[in-house]
T-cell receptor
Framework: GDSVTQTEGPVTLSEGTSLTVNCSYETKQYPTLFWYVQYPGEGPQLLFKVPKANEKGSNRGFEATYNKEATSFHLQKASVQESDSAVYYCALNVNTNTGKLTFGDGTVLTVKP | GGIITQTPKFLIGQEGQKLTLKCQQNFNHDTMYWYRQDSGKGLRLIYYSITENDLQKGDLSEGYDASREKKSSFSLTVTSAQKNEMAVFLC????????????FGPGTRLTVL
């Protein structure tokens, strides 16, 4: 079946430093890839999605490139803020009829001032 | 815009008890989902429904029932609560178009005594 593997957390960074959260996926089909973010006490919310290979998604200073050859979708941010502290989930969808998502285990990020 | 409401926010039950979680959405979305979120793990799909009165099992459906009697609501029943299923249960919805974003509710935290 389909699977997503991402950087094991927790990750702790100082404000102003750079972030990379690795995400690798396995599927025999052609996925759309997603990054979701979950703040404490809330449900996950979409950060961005990329439906096509070799394209980049971005939002709020975060970005990721859909690398089909490497089956990767790594999340990066050049300079993190304390408000970026959250859990980040990588996910994929291969079924347009159902919209079902396969999620990674999530990466907890804490940014210290 | 729209919103997903989950009730109750906190649910405490006894081992072996039957417990029901409710979810309402006003997006007018066709597809709704129930996920279980265990600490340190990703979101695992329990049930989903692509239209009123439709039910599809996810990867974690054993021990759960679901009901979609109206387009706007989707209920999940824990048929016999166990201590090892203490988790946050998340409801989500999405429109029918392919690779669409899922919108999540804030979750119901289940405690089993």
């Amino acid at each position: 079946g389909d699977s997503v593997t991402q950087t094991e957390g927790p990750v702790t960074l100082s404000e102003g430093t750079s972030l990379t959260v690795n995400c690798s996926y396995e599927t025999k089909q052609y996925p759309t890839l997603f990054w979701y973010v979950q703040y404490p006490g809330e449900g996950p919310q979409l950060l961005f999605k990329v439906p096509k290979a070799n394209e980049k998604g971005s939002n709020r200073g975060f970005e990721a490139t859909y690398n089909k050859e490497a089956t990767s979708f790594h999340l990066q941010k050049a300079s993190v803020q304390e408000s970026d502290s959250a859990v980040y989930y990588c996910a994929l969808n291969v079924n347009t009829n159902t919209g079902k998502l396969t999620f990674g285990d999530g990466t907890v990020l804490t940014v210290k001032p | 815009g729209g919103i997903i409401t989950q009730t109750p926010k906190f649910l405490i039950g006894q081992e072996g008890q039957k417990l029901t979680l409710k979810c309402q959405q006003n997006f007018n979305h066709d597809t709704m989902y129930w996920y279980r979120q265990d600490s340190g793990k990703g979101l695992r799909l329990i049930y989903y429904s692509i239209t009123e009165n439709d039910l599809q099992k996810g990867d974690l459906s054993e021990g759960y029932d679901a009901s979609r009697e109206k387009k706007s609501s989707f209920s999940l029943t824990v048929t016999s609560a166990q201590k090892n299923e203490m988790a946050v249960f998340l409801c989500a919805s999405s429109p029918p178009s392919g690779y669409a974003e899922q919108f999540f509710g804030p979750g119901t935290r289940l405690t089993v005594l």
